[in-house]
Antibody, heavy 137, light 103 residues
Framework: QVQLQQWGAGLLKPSETLSLTCAVYGGSFSGYYWSWIRQPPGKGLEWIGEINHSGSTNYNPSLKSRVTISVDTSKNQFSLKLSSVTAADTAVYYCARYCSGGSCYVGRRFFPGGSRMAPTHDAFDIWGQGTMVTVSS | EIVLTQSPATLSLSPGERATLSCRAS??????LAWYQQKPGQAPRLLIYDASNRATGIPARFSGSGSGTDFTLTISSLEPEDFAVYYCQQRSIFGPGTKVDIK
């Protein structure tokens, strides 16, 4: 069973660089996009970016100039760096596995008379525990 | 860019009642929409994917429907543990959430 374990510094000063790492245990690292998502206190979810096992990345345009996501396939880990942080970057940061194109079988399709396993085309099926990052002087 | 709108923002119901949550996309997303449940202090949990498929371990009282731009998450009979915030998601976009709280 795949699990994500994340860690990193929880208290930063303005202008510093946020650095978090997420390790993937119990499953394949290839064939998926590995994502970072954040949630400011009391607010909704914001996608930060993603990386696959070969290092191909996609970033949220609103954060792209400050974000770097990297991968270490030898350790089944991926990392987030967010530079020049401000108080607006205070949030819980989650790592997550993104399943697309039928890459994951994480549930079932139900129909009259039965059900069958159904692949996922667009979902974050596994999440890390979250890391609270506070930016304060 | 696709925008997801969820309604209502808050739904106040009693245990045993039926909950109907809506998610509307600004343009067609086919059936590629997922729903998540989030409780305080916890990471979101995948409930429904591809609009109507139920993730492993999710109780049968949760169901999803819709396609194109209009989607619905239904909880047939609310259990005490179902009071939480629910988000819809398509690719890198999340809706603002619907809070289901106890009336």
């Amino acid at each position: 069973q795949v699990q994500l374990q994340q860690w990193g510094a929880g208290l930063l000063k303005p202008s510093e660089t946020l650095s978090l790492t997420c390790a993937v245990y119990g499953g394949s690292f290839s064939g998926y996009y590995w994502s970072w998502i954040r949630q400011p206190p009391g607010k909704g979810l914001e996608w930060i970016g993603e990386i696959n096992h070969s290092g191909s990345t996609n970033y949220n345009p609103s954060l792209k100039s400050r974000v770097t996501i990297s991968v270490d396939t030898s350790k089944n880990q991926f990392s987030l760096k967010l530079s020049s942080v401000t108080a607006a970057d205070t949030a819980v940061y989650y790592c997550a596995r993104y399943c697309s194109g039928g890459s994951c079988y994480v549930g079932r399709r139900f129909f009259p008379g039965g059900s069958r396993m159904a692949p996922t085309h667009d979902a974050f099926d596994i999440w890390g525990q979250g890391t609270m990052v506070t930016v304060s002087s | 860019e696709i925008v997801l709108t969820q309604s209502p923002a808050t739904l106040s119901l009693s245990p045993g009642e039926r909950a109907t949550l809506s998610c509307r996309a600004s343009q067609s997303v086919s059936s590629y929409l997922a729903w998540y449940q989030q409780k305080p202090g916890q990471a979101p949990r995948l409930l429904i994917y591809d609009a109507s498929n139920r993730a492993t371990g999710i109780p049968a009282r949760f169901s999803g429907s819709g396609s194109g731009t209009d989607f619905t998450l239904t909880i047939s009979s609310l259990e005490p543990e179902d009071f939480a915030v629910y988000y819809c998601q398509q690719r890198s976009i999340f809706g603002p959430g619907t809070k289901v709280d106890i009336k």
